[in-house]
């Protein structure tokens, strides 16, 4: 089972900002990527490291991290931005490493 | 542009054994890491491990370790993930992910293969 948690629904009024969570221990130590999955489709990179967008990203998807919780936010969502989105990080103990993925958010724009 | 393109949907019968593959173009294919993810119907995405195409090392999830072997070969940049003997919890979609790691040191995965379904089904 995942070490990362994250919360299994949330939901945004369109041109509003939300807030994903995803915390476990390893965030203490590492920085989570984050992927968006829509229905059907192959997850997408959306943010990686303390806020790195790849080329592509909407500069409406940031991050952040306080503690052992890292957060991705949308600010300005957009009806497009629906889908699941999932973080990943390095397990904090042994070697060699294992990246879990959280269980995943569905985001719903209202 | 990187590619990275997955053999097509399988049927399998239980006990079976299955090799699916996963070819990258538009980059240095030795020179990336290859994660393999898998999905069970409706559910989340799971790490299964990762291969490096320059020597063939792999870092298995425990989860996995075992269960599934992962290889490549370089020649013709492409990955593969295989079973020798395929059970019906077998049954889901299958990615694979180039890795990449930023300056800082950070990992994660930049592009993704379409995903292969697999079914294993008697």
Aim: net charge negative; glycine share 10%.
């Amino acid at each position: 089972s995942s070490e990362l948690t994250q919360d299994p629904t949330v939901s945004v009024a369109l041109g509003q900002t939300v807030t994903i969570t995803c915390q476990g221990d390893a965030l203490e130590k590492y920085y989570a990527s984050w992927y968006q999955q829509k229905p059907g489709q192959a997850p997408v990179l959306v943010l990686y490291g303390k806020t790195n967008r790849p080329a592509g990203s909407p500069d409406r998807f940031s991050g952040s991290r306080s503690g052992n919780t890292a957060f991705l936010t949308i600010s300005g969502a957009q009806a497009e931005d629906e889908a699941d989105y999932y973080c990943n990080c390095r397990d904090s103990s042994g070697s060699p490493p294992v990246y879990d993925f959280g269980p995943g958010t569905k985001v719903f724009v209202l | 542009e990187v590619q990275l393109v997955q053999s097509g949907a399988e049927v399998k019968k239980p006990g079976e054994s299955l090799k699916i593959s996963c070819q990258g173009s538009g980059y240095i294919f030795s020179n990336s890491w290859i994660t393999w993810v898998r999905q069970l119907p409706g559910k989340g995405l799971e790490w299964m491990g990762r291969i490096d195409p320059s020597d063939s090392y792999t870092n298995y999830s425990p989860s996995f370790q075992g269960h599934v072997t992962m290889s490549t070969d370089k020649s013709i940049s492409t990955a593969y993930l295989q079973w020798t003997a395929l059970k019906a919890s077998d049954t889901a979609i299958y990615y694979c992910a180039k890795n990449a790691v930023d300056g800082s040191g950070n990992y994660f995965l930049d592009s993704w293969g379409q995903g292969t379904v697999v079914t294993v089904s008697s």
